[in-house]
């Protein structure tokens, strides 16, 4: 059970859009419509964004779009702010016997 | 208003056993379909789960740490609790609860506890 695959880093000015992917395989991502997306600041506790691939929880604003292709998933924040800066996390449903997959994580910096 | 909490040790000794317990309100882990479990973040690192308890105690435990790992619930009282033996340094992280209604999606999370492993 191997953590799906994000970039390290992404970045963008005010007011631009940032995408991120989440790469995994057939038994995760790309076998169910089960991803999530979530938030976390510096210190903490995650926040959910995203969850079944592109469905936004009450609250959350529609800057934040969710899609998946294949084995991999995306989320994308348009119309950047400065508090969108922070680690963003995917997550996928693998199964019924076994646990959940995180993704590596992707620092997003608004320069 | 769903909440969670973590209560537990901040620190413990290599080789001792970690006890940690998530206590929550406004749901209750006997209706069908929700699941709480547990959660850790080792400092800088990414997020991975250790152990889910579902409403009808069926659990689940990441494999490389099943051997060490015990995940049970009180509905009585709202909490469950997390065993882990045999703590080493490399398991020094904050540990989270969790709700999850289903498919892994965690809706609601505790604010986190950091347990450290030194002697």
């Known amino acids: 059970q191997s953590a799906l695959t994000q970039p390290p880093s992404a970045s963008g000015s005010p007011g631009q859009s940032v995408t991120i992917s989440c790469t995994g395989t057939?038994?995760?991502?790309?076998?169910?419509?089960?991803v999530s997306w979530y938030q976390q600041h510096p210190g903490k506790a995650p926040k959910l964004m995203i969850y079944e691939v592109s469905k936004r929880p009450s609250g959350v604003p529609d800057r934040f779009s969710g899609s998946k292709s294949g084995n991999t998933a995306s989320l994308t924040v348009s119309g950047l702010q400065a508090e969108d800066e922070a680690d963003y996390y995917c997550?996928?449903?693998?199964?019924?016997?076994?646990?959940?997959?995180f993704g590596t994580g992707t620092k997003v910096t608004v320069l | 208003q769903i909440t969670l909490k973590e209560s537990g040790p901040t620190l413990v000794k290599p080789t001792q056993t970690l006890t940690l317990t998530c206590t929550f309100s406004e749901f209750s882990l006997s209706t069908s379909g929700v699941g709480v479990g547990w959660i850790r973040q080792p400092p800088e690192k990414a997020l991975e789960w250790l152990a889910l308890i579902y409403w009808n105690d069926d659990k689940r435990y990441r494999p490389s740490l099943k051997s060490r790992l015990t995940i049970t619930k009180d509905t009585s009282k709202n909490q469950v609790v997390l065993t882990m033996t045999n703590m080493d340094p490399v398991d020094t992280a904050t540990y989270y609860c969790?709700?999850?209604?289903?498919?892994?999606?965690?809706?609601?999370w505790g604010p986190g506890t950091l347990v450290t492993v030194s002697s």
């Open positions: 969790a709700h999850t209604g289903g498919y892994y999606k965690v809706d609601y």
């Open positions: 997550s996928s449903y693998a199964g019924t016997n076994i646990l959940g997959v």
């Open positions: 057939s038994s995760d991502v790309g076998g169910y419509n089960f």
